[in-house]
């Protein structure tokens, strides 16, 4: 009732009092009318993430997985770090059919006993399926024994066990090849949770240097330092890299188990990321070469038609671009500022031309 005695007191102030009385059928109050453009005049720009899960009834991890998988689009914040959502990616969402549970079903996780239960399965059975790389798990986090506990998308799990092609994977024996693998005691489920994480970030990326830190990211140290040999380029690859998965120090047991997670160990998925890196490598080396220090970055943009050139460091590579310096460095050093004559020979530089006649011919004795 607050609400309608303050609308028709807007009205009373302008109006008649006659005019106060409700308006016929089929007549929109004026209030409809004008509210609207109002509302869309003061809309603001983009949200953070933290204010866009508010609006969108989110749970911080269960919004940050809505943009993972591509539900909750993103764009960049030219003034931060991280992206943004706009007001109409809000709207967007919110007119989901569903919605809110749609999108909270969408991006619901569940563990491994969880997972089985919505399988109708065994946990065992469950881990040996996820081992063996049947199942992909979306997201971890380690436990409060630093256990490492793995997450599993619930429509994923709906889906494959609707699928009847799986049937045989749910019920009876497992399939020959599945029971060596085990035997053999491989876990894939690190290195499918890396692939799904490497796609997610180059899809987030907004640069081919983007990409390539992205894909170095995955890299131990000493294949990076094989594969970016210049140190410039590497510390531009580490100022870009993703955040860390976790706020833990660099010697806690929490960040060294998290990178093991996060670090590539089997020999396709290396050879994979390192010939990726290589070619991304070339690219953004083609479109800009990375900062250094005593000379202002390079952007690949076309320069208007009329305007002077500017001298810039060939990027022709580490070793011509260092020839180049060390060469201009030593001309300049070899060849100093020349000395006037005065100060060379200790006296005055006699006059040449016509002035040099004149002062002869008055000092020329009479004939």
């Known amino acids: 009732m607050a609400g309608d005695t303050q609308t028709i007191s807007h009205f009373a102030s302008t109006t008649p009092r006659k005019a106060a009385a409700p ?17 869309r005049a003061g809309r603001p720009g983009p949200l953070a993430r933290s204010s866009a899960a508010r609006e969108l009834g989110l749970k911080r991890g269960e ?3 809505a943009v993972m998988l591509g539900r909750v689009r993103t764009v960049p914040d030219p003034a931060g770090v991280r992206r943004r959502v706009s007001r109409e990616e809000i709207d967007r969402v919110r007119e989901t059919p569903g919605f809110p549970e749609s999108l909270r079903d969408g991006v619901k996780t569940v563990g491994t006993a969880e997972g089985a239960a919505l399988l109708d399965i065994t946990q065992a059975r469950f881990t040996r399926l996820a081992r063996t790389g049947v199942l992909t798990p979306v997201k971890f986090y380690l436990n409060r024994y630093r256990a490492v506990v793995w997450l599993y998308l619930a429509e994923e799990l709906r889906e494959f066990a609707a699928c009847e092609a799986n049937a045989p994977l749910l019920t009876g024996r497992a399939p020959d090849m599945m029971r060596a693998q085990l035997t053999s005691g491989a876990d894939l489920r690190a290195r499918n949770w890396r692939r799904r994480q490497v796609g997610f970030l180059l899809r987030q990326a907004e640069g081919p240097w983007e990409r390539v830190a992205v894909t170095a990211s ?3 140290p000493m294949s990076l330092a094989q594969l970016v040999r210049d140190p410039y380029e590497r510390a531009y690859l580490h100022r870009l890299s993703p ?5 833990a ?3 806690s047991p929490t960040t060294h188990i998290v990178e093991r997670i996060t670090t590539a160990d089997d020999p396709d998925e290396i050879s994979w990321l390192r010939a990726n890196l290589s070619l991304g490598l070339a690219e953004a080396r083609r479109h800009r070469p990375a900062p250094r220090p005593g000379r202002p970055p390079l952007s690949a943009t076309v320069r208007p038609h009329g305007a002077p050139e500017q001298p810039q460091t060939p990027a022709l590579g580490d070793n011509c671009g260092a020839a ?4 201009a460095a030593s001309s300049a050093v070899t ?3 020349p000395l006037s004559r005065e100060r060379d020979t200790g006296r005055r530089e006699e006059p040449r031309g016509l002035l040099r006649w004149l002062r002869r011919r008055r000092g020329r ?3």
Do not use: I, R, Y
């Open 324 to 327: 180049w310096a060390s060469e």
């Open 335 to 337: 060849a100093p500022a």
């Open 23 to 39: 308006p016929a059928e089929g007549t929109a109050p004026p209030t409809e009318v004008a509210a609207p453009p109002t509302v």
């Open 249 to 251: 120090g660099p010697e």
């Open 63 to 65: 919004f940050e997985l």
């Open 243 to 247: 955040q860390p998965l976790t706020q």
């Open 365 to 367: 004795p009479e004939d």
């Open 218 to 220: 995955f890299l131990d």
